[in-house]
């Protein structure tokens, strides 16, 4: 029997166009059962309930799917628990995949699913995303962050390390738009634009979310 995280993660990414196997559904309950555990001892995420686990963190990880190719290599800044990443990595297994992190406990509770979930061509690293300029230029097609950061700021540190043509996901929560609207002129002069923007409302009424698409200015 499936548990609710299981129920909740299948049925809503067969409503987002996504229909996964029972192996990953398996992986995504294996990954929420950790989860539990670890934040026990350590501290990973405010988010513990199942229901609140299967939309806010895996629901809402999966909408990026539909913007990442097996020819892809992403990187994923600041991402905590392995959010987006590892729930990408789950139905995306042939896209390499480098998450960086500054906080170790939480780079190491993401090589812990890693090797429990015997995922492959997917790295975890503790660094600053400074120091990962020095090693990774321009080396991602597509980088992502979920609420990281100040999206100017975001774009500041991800452009060292995008690859021409290459494009930035920004997800942000539901005050996303005045955050865009301010940061515009700002990526305009560093020489970046905003080439799409999608809403999207999370299952059960738990909270609007936005994507946020930015590619290198075509005159920069």
Known sequence: MRSIIGEIVGQADLAMGIEL?????????????????WNRKVNLTAIIKDKEIAIKHFVDSLSLAPFISATDKLLDIGSGAGLPILALKIIKPETSMVSVDAVAKKINFQRHIIRTLNMQNIEAIH???????K?????????????????DRFVYLAAPLLAENGTLIAMKGDQADCEIAASDDVLNASGFTITSIHHYTLPQNMGERVLTCIKRSKAA
């Open 21 to 37: 196997t029972s192996h990953e559904i398996d992986a995504f309950e294996i990954y929420a059962s950790e989860l539990k555990k």
């Open 127 to 133: 660094s600053r995303i400074e120091d990962l300029q």
């Open 135 to 151: 090693t990774h230029s321009n080396a991602f097609s597509v980088i992502t962050s979920r609420a990281f950061t100040r999206l």
